[in-house]
């Protein structure tokens, strides 16, 4: 077991390592930060001066190794758009994110399961042909799009929610939440709303066909013949063993969420570490870009990472395979 | 009936003159939004607009631009040259307060120019030209500059003035090193003397003011605002959406094809002006051979037939119409109206005329024309892009080919910079509203000092000592005249195609009246509101 997990983690680090230098070798392309750093009235001399100062002018293999020494000690770098130490940027900047991303695959669990279960059950009604062709635009049309368009119905036309923003935040043990203050939970209605609805799409038709599956075996059938409620066969019986393949998803999906959460971001107007990066983006702003990417990147590698422990566990093979060796 | 009538007219009167009476000690929250937020709190750690703006309302300069661009007043009361030419005198407002309740005098004044001169200052070189600044007495202070200095004023509309005693005991003397990630108490904590104080601030999210009850200007400022909310929204559709909703009262930055809409919605309006910024294309025309283009051996830009015809081809009137939405001022020169030196004989442009365009290209030979690369930014100006694809059909037109390279500013200015383009588009705003600050920049030939973004390689000794002299001209006649003189040869040789100038748009509630400011820089002291 031990072997194994070291053997992973070697391999999730690797993969950290590509990750870092393949942007680091994209973001020589994007530009040259002095400019933006500067202003247009900056002289020669301040240009070569801050060159020098930010190393600008080495090669791209020994930036990479001088940014990888620094960040193994936790230490990120300054922000060239704000000045300010980029760990200290994210740390901040991540709460926002990561509880649209919970506050959204919480809606997504909740709304995917309730309607997957609905339209497994009443396969042929019209209410639940309407959802499934509905559930078309949740995976097709882009996220930017849905949240201008939500943000046009509910904001600008009802005017029931606000367009951009946190609203009123409450703190709790240093932790800035929406959750505590009812105008906090209006605005981060649309956001995670816009953000999960890929997610809750996935997770209806994922449960619409699991249950589909289920309902067609034996046990099913013997509960309804024991004259059971149509209620308790449903979710006491059925829904348990669809949920397994579903909360797998689920757990992978959260990645994406957190990841893909630039485009609802910039959107809304949410002050995540999504929307730092793309400001970081348009000011070419490297150190943020970097530690931006390595902490997606990270995320992922911790979360397949743990997937592949759980695997382990689960697998009888996997231990056997070892056990066999010895 | 009578009586009852009179009655009523009476409580009327009496209600509406009590209407009146609230309305003005009424709490007016003004809710702002824009794409960008300020940078830093410290008044001279950065030299860019939005930070300028939010620190308008909080701190202020010995002289300020009001909403019309004219300079006013502030924490100086007048200002004139000495008998020593190299001399300014300015005279400090008496009784002027900061927040934190410490009285504004001679000392803080020469304390704050000291500051901005500093080597982490990014305002010093607004103030390369002041040789020293000293206190004469306690409201009065003298800038004595290297040389004659007759734009000096011009330069001190951004220069903020804070408090001594207060920032040396923060630690503050030497401003935010911004290059270095530095950060001092200023960064975060605000002491001016302007109309509104900090009351809360996350950055990137949403800062709040109030109004400064103990403000000097109460009487000469409306100073109808009571609270200021500020939230930068950076996406432009969310952010006229936060408009039509409701959601905010003002907006800057209004995108051009949600104008109308803007303007339709009922309760809602649009106010325009000019901008500070000009468009403009560049030409390499002082190398002999360049890269960009397919003919070997020499270079066409270099022939000013060239560019004249080019200058002809392209139908300014039809990108304002088409690509702008008739957002734009179309001109024949660089600078926008309100600049010095602007006349209406140089913002003339040529109408249309391909056929004498033709001649002229096969007068200089190129008959069968050129290709030519043309580099474009495609996220700094207004419809930038779009401008350059217009470009390229009207250039097409005389034969000139062009292959659009359209890209990031953070690619496309670093081309220029480094002379790497031959023909660009460039925008270029005038801050001290002179001339001479255009010449500096783009006509002067490229030195340590000067022409730093002249890409044209344009380099002519004559016009280099003629625009070096301006900077101690104190003669006013003689220094238009040289001006008008510089402007003249940059016409004639076409230096650059001027395309418009920029126009801005405020959105806003239909009861603020408020007249958008060239520099884009709202002074909310200045804003009323008609119920």
């Known amino acids: 077991m031990l072997a194994f997990v070291i053997r992973r983690v070697l391999q999730a680090l690797g993969v950290l390592l590509v990750v870092g230098f393949i942007s680091f070798c994209m973001f020589q392309f994007m530009g040259d930060p002095v400019e933006g750093l500067l202003g247009q009235e900056a002289t020669e001399e301040q240009r070569r001066e801050l060159i020098e100062r930010l190393g600008l002018e080495d090669p791209i293999p020994v930036q990479f190794v001088r940014f990888v020494g620094n960040a193994v000690q936790g230490d990120f ?138 309902l067609r075996q034996d046990y099913i059938r013997f509960a309804r013949a024991r004259g059971l409620s149509e209620r308790a066969v449903n979710f006491g019986h059925a829904l348990k063993n669809t949920l397994v393949p579903v909360v797998t998803v689920t757990g992978l999906q959260l990645g994406s969420i957190i990841a893909f959460a630039i485009v609802t971001e910039s959107v809304f107007q949410w002050p995540g570490v999504g929307f730092l990066f793309i400001r970081s983006v348009e000011f070419v702003d490297v150190p943020v870009m970097a530690a931006y990417l390595l902490l997606i990147g990270a995320l992922f590698v911790v979360i397949n990472l743990i997937v592949d422990l759980l695997y382990f566990v689960i697998d009888p093979r996997l231990r056997s395979d070892r056990a066999g060796s010895h | 009936m009578t009586s009852t009538l009179t009655s009523r007219l009476a409580i009327a009167a009496l209600t509406a003159s009590f209407a009146v009476v609230t309305t003005s000690v009424e709490a007016e929250t003004l809710r702002w939004a824009r794409a960008g937020d300020s940078l830093t709190l ?55 307060k900061f927040h934190g309740g410490e009285e504004f005098t001679a000392d803080d004044a020469v304390f704050s120019l000291k500051r901005a001169m500093k080597p982490t200052s990014a305002m010093k070189e607004l103030l390369a030209s002041v040789a020293d600044v000293r206190k004469v007495d306690d409201y009065t ?92 929204i950076q996406n432009s559709a969310t952010r006229v959406a936060a408009l039509l909703s409701g959601e905010v009262d003002f907006i800057q930055d209004v995108p051009v094809q949600d104008l109308e809409r803007a303007d339709a919605q009922e309760g809602l309006k649009v106010v325009k002006a000019p901008q500070n910024r000009t468009i403009f294309f560049g030409m390499n025309m002082g190398d002999s051979d360049i890269t960009a283009d397919n003919v070997e051996g020499k270079n066409p830009l270099a022939d000013v037939r060239v560019r004249k015809a080019m200058n002809m081809a392209i139908n300014r009137e039809a990108i304002q119409k088409v690509v702008m939405r008739g957002q734009s001022d179309p001109t024949g020169v660089i600078i926008p109206p309100f600049v010095n030196g602007w006349t209406a004989e140089l913002a003339a442009y040529p109408t249309p005329d391909i056929a004498a365009a033709k001649a002229m290209m096969a007068d200089a030979g190129y008959a069968d024309g050129f290709a030519i690369r043309l580099d474009c930014p495609n996220d700094r100006y207004i419809n930038d892009e779009a401008i350059c694809q217009a470009a390229v059909g009207m250039l097409g037109q005389i034969g000139v080919t062009v292959n659009l390279n359209a890209q990031p500013k953070a690619q496309h200015f670093p081309l220029i910079k480094n002379k790497e383009t031959d023909f660009y588009m460039l925008g270029w705003g005038v801050p001290p509203f002179d001339s001479e600050y255009v010449f500096n920049f783009l006509v002067h030939s490229t030195t340590d000092k000067y022409g730093s973004w002249n890409g044209t390689r344009y380099s002519n000794a004559e016009i280099d000592a003629l625009v070096v002299s301006l900077a101690t001209e104190t003669d006013t006649e003689k220094r238009n005249l040289a001006i008008n003189k510089i402007w003249e040869t940059v016409q004639s040789e076409q230096l650059y195609l001027p395309i418009h100038n920029q126009i801005l748009n405020w959105g806003m509630k239909d009861n603020i009246n408020f007249d958008v400011q060239p520099e884009d820089q709202p002074h909310f002291k200045f804003m009323t509101f008609s119920n």
């Open chain 2, 42 to 96: 410290d008044p001279h750690a950065q030299n860019e607009g939005p930070t300028h703006t939010l620190a308008h309302q909080i701190y202020e300069g010995l002289l300020q631009r009001d909403m019309a661009g004219e300079i006013i007043p502030a924490l100086a009361t007048d200002w004139a040259v000495t008998d020593d030419p190299k001399v300014w005198r300015f005279n400090l407002r008496q009784g002027v």
């Open chain 2, 141 to 232: 202070v003298d800038i004595e500059t290297v040389g004659p200095n007759p734009l000096l004023p011009n330069n001190l509309t951004n220069m903020f003035m804070v408090d001594e005693g207060w920032t040396t005991a923060n630690d503050a003397v030497e401003p935010q090193d911004v290059a270095n990630g530095g950060e001092n108490y200023l960064v975060r904590n605000t002491n001016g003397t302007g109309a509104f104080m900090m009351v809360s601030r996350a950055p990137d999210e949403k800062t709040v003011l109030k109004a400064n009850p103990d403000y000097w200007g109460k009487g000469e400022f409306p100073l109808e605002v009571t609270e200021i909310i500020y939230t930068p």
């Open chain 1, 77 to 214: 770098g300054l922000s060239y758009r704000l000045a300010r130490p980029v760990s200290e940027l994210i740390l901040e900047r991540l709460p926002a994110t990561l509880e649209l991303a919970f506050v959204s695959a919480i809606i997504a669990m909740a709304l995917g399961i309730v309607l997957g279960v609905f339209t497994a059950i009443n396969r042929s009604g019209f209410a639940a042909n309407f959802i499934m062709t509905a559930s078309l635009i949740g995976v097709s049309l882009p996220t930017f799009l849905i949240g201008i368009l939500l943000i046009y119905v509910f904001s600008v036309q009802l005017g029931w929610l606000p367009s951009f923003g946190r609203g009123e935040t409450v703190e709790f043990f240093g932790w800035r939440s929406n959750l505590g203050s009812w105008d906090g939970l209006r605005s981060i209605l649309l956001p995670a709303i816009t953000l999960g609805l890929y997610q809750m799409t996935l997770i209806m038709r994922l449960v619409r066909a699991e249950m589909l599956e289920v």
